[in-house]
């Protein structure tokens, strides 16, 4: 007999309330520039009482803006519209207010491939620019992406991308800038010889090159390739990281001072009910978008913190995942993953990559701090260097991070292998595809 049948049972449940504030502050988070500049758009359509501070501030000139993306596509023909990209990420460079005739400069000179191969001497003459300031310009450019964009010729295009996908090393460097039309005539035994290397660790090299192109705007210009606008730009003043969130329009919308007014006025009972619905939700707008801005810059301000040395090029991603960082900035795990998703960071050091990929869990280690990724390079890097007459076995490439202090399975080797498209052992004796 169930003696709880018939009888009341009382249960104590907690529930977590989010109350409307919360609400739309979560689902702002989780925006991309690109969803929160059109959910902004929608609202400004939608509602009286959110409007754009310059349509009612008055009495002082504004400040010179850059060009908007709008008033800049008259300037290229149909060919050209990959320019428009680079003056985008421009427009968020701290060099682009000073400099904005001169970049204009540069971009009218540029090959139609993206790459730069007019000589800086015979450019100096020709357009009068001091010698300094383009080579300034011209730095900047070619740390836009796409990657090798701006490049002097194919073998830096190359060199840049290398860098960017953490790919080049002194011999791939050296293959790119001394052989490359050794490789399109297949003199792969000179080069072979000529640097101390085996062939089939050539021909790991020569693949690598597969993976790469001379012409950086592949993908950029009649391609399917969506353009990634970054919604982080970090940039490195002083010895100083400074965060940019590109989130330029959220600044331009205010609670209109004219409906607030209006609404004090008002005598119709539905006039002033309406009106208090459309302040409120603007209010509500405003506030979700400050807390939006705050909660990005904390979390931020925490990956640069924990990723320093990588940010600076000094070495590798550092093992960080959204429940640690969560933790440190006393928030739930969730807020961090809506804040990452989907969204995109751009650095000086590594160009343009997802925000979520900055995360990984830690490896167990022994005396190093190794996350997936750095695992990975380790791989790779033994696989270059392994004989080309007894390429290692996952079972020995796993005994070789032991002693290095990093303790993973065979099978964990095998996967991450398989992820860089690295064949097995017995493939690699048999030789990769390329060179034999």
């Given at each position: 007999?169930?003696?709880?049948?018939?009888?009341?049972?009382?249960?104590?449940?907690?529930?977590?309330?989010?109350?409307?504030?919360?609400?739309?502050?979560?689902?702002?988070?989780?925006?991309?520039?690109?969803?929160?500049?059109?959910?902004?758009?929608?609202?400004?359509?939608?509602?009286?009482?959110?409007?754009?501070?310059?349509?009612?501030?008055?009495?002082?000139?504004?400040?010179?803006?850059?060009?908007?993306?709008?008033?800049?596509?008259?300037?290229?023909?149909?060919?050209?519209?990959?320019?428009?990209?680079?003056?985008?990420?421009?427009?968020?460079?701290?060099?682009?207010?000073?400099?904005?005739?001169?970049?204009?400069?540069?971009?009218?000179?540029?090959?139609?491939?993206?790459?730069?191969?007019?000589?800086?001497?015979?450019f100096?003459?020709?357009?009068?620019?001091?010698?300094?300031?383009?080579?300034?310009?011209?730095?900047?450019?070619?740390?836009?992406?796409?990657?090798?964009?701006?490049?002097?010729?194919?073998?830096?295009?190359?060199?840049?991308?290398?860098?960017?996908?953490?790919l080049?090393?002194?011999?791939?460097?050296?293959?790119?800038?001394?052989?490359?039309?050794?490789?399109a005539?297949?003199?792969?035994?000179k080069?072979?010889?000529?640097?101390?290397?085996?062939?089939k660790?050539?021909?790991?090299?020569?693949?690598?090159l597969?993976?790469?192109?001379?012409?950086?705007?592949?993908?950029?210009?009649?391609?399917?390739?969506p353009?990634?606008?970054?919604?982080?730009?970090?940039?490195?003043t002083?010895?100083?990281?400074?965060?940019?969130?590109?989130?330029r329009?959220?600044?331009t919308?205010?609670v209109?001072?004219?409906?607030?007014?209006l609404?004090?006025?008002?005598?119709?009972?539905?006039?002033?009910?309406?009106?208090?619905?459309?302040?409120?939700?603007?209010?509500?707008?405003?506030?979700?978008?400050?807390?939006?801005?705050?909660?990005?810059?904390?979390?931020?301000?925490?990956?640069?913190?924990r990723?320093?040395?990588?940010?600076?090029?000094?070495?590798?991603?550092?093992?960080?995942?959204?429940?640690?960082?969560?933790?440190?900035?006393?928030?739930?795990?969730?807020?961090?993953?809506?804040?990452?998703?989907?969204?995109?960071?751009?650095?000086?050091?590594?160009?343009?990559?997802?925000?979520?990929?900055?995360?990984?869990?830690?490896?167990?280690?022994?005396g190093?701090?190794?996350?997936?990724?750095?695992?990975?390079?380790?791989?790779?890097?033994?696989?270059?260097?392994?004989?080309?007459?007894?390429?290692?076995?996952?079972q020995?490439?796993?005994?070789?991070?032991?002693?290095?202090?990093?303790?993973?399975?065979?099978?964990?080797v095998?996967?991450?292998?398989?992820?860089?498209?690295?064949?097995?052992?017995?493939?690699r004796?048999?030789?990769?595809?390329?060179?034999?």
């Amino acid at each position: 007999m169930d003696v709880f049948a018939n009888h009341p049972v009382q249960q104590q449940t907690q529930n977590m309330i989010l109350s409307q504030q919360q609400l739309q502050s979560l689902k702002m988070l989780e925006l991309t520039v690109q969803e929160l500049e059109k959910f902004l758009q929608e609202e400004f359509t939608e509602n009286p009482a959110l409007e754009w501070k310059s349509s009612w501030r008055t009495g002082t000139a504004p400040a010179a803006e850059p060009l908007s993306y709008e008033a800049s596509c008259g300037l290229y023909t149909d060919e050209e519209q990959w320019k428009l990209h680079i003056l985008d990420q421009l427009q968020r460079h701290p060099s682009f207010r000073a400099h904005a005739g001169d970049f204009l400069l540069l971009l009218d000179w540029a090959d139609d491939d993206g790459l730069f191969r007019t000589p800086l001497a015979e450019f100096y003459q020709s357009t009068g620019m001091p010698a300094d300031t383009a080579a300034h310009c011209l730095e900047v450019l070619r740390g836009l992406d796409p990657p090798g964009i701006f490049a002097a010729d194919a073998a830096h295009c190359l060199l840049r991308q290398a860098q960017a996908r953490g790919l080049l090393d002194d011999t791939l460097r050296s293959i790119i800038l001394r052989y490359l039309s050794e490789i399109a005539s297949g003199y792969y035994a000179k080069i072979a010889d000529e640097l101390h290397l085996p062939r089939k660790a050539l021909a790991r090299y020569i693949d690598l090159l597969k993976e790469l192109s001379p012409h950086p705007l592949n993908g950029l210009v009649g391609g399917d390739a969506p353009y990634l606008m970054p919604d982080i730009t970090l940039r490195k003043t002083d010895g100083s990281w400074e965060i940019l969130l590109n989130d330029r329009t959220a600044d331009t919308y205010c609670v209109s001072p004219y409906c607030a007014a209006l609404y004090q006025q008002a005598q119709s009972p539905e006039l002033h009910t309406y009106l208090k619905q459309s302040l409120d939700r603007a209010r509500l707008i405003i506030s979700a978008l400050a807390q939006r801005r705050e909660t990005l810059l904390r979390l931020i301000r925490a990956v640069i913190a924990r990723q320093r040395p990588w940010l600076d090029g000094r070495g590798p991603l550092a093992p960080m995942t959204m429940s640690q960082l969560a933790a440190q900035l006393q928030v739930h795990p969730s807020t961090v993953s809506r804040a990452v998703k989907g969204k995109y960071i751009e650095t000086p050091t590594h160009g343009t990559l997802a925000l979520r990929g900055l995360f990984s869990q830690e490896v167990s280690a022994e005396g190093v701090s190794a996350n997936a990724q750095d695992v990975r390079a380790r791989i790779r890097g033994l696989i270059q260097r392994e004989p080309a007459d007894a390429p290692y076995s996952d079972q020995k490439l796993s005994a070789l991070l032991e002693e290095q202090g990093i303790y993973i399975s065979r099978r964990t080797v095998a996967k991450y292998r398989q992820e860089m498209c690295i064949p097995s052992a017995f493939a690699r004796r048999e030789g990769p595809s390329g060179p034999a």
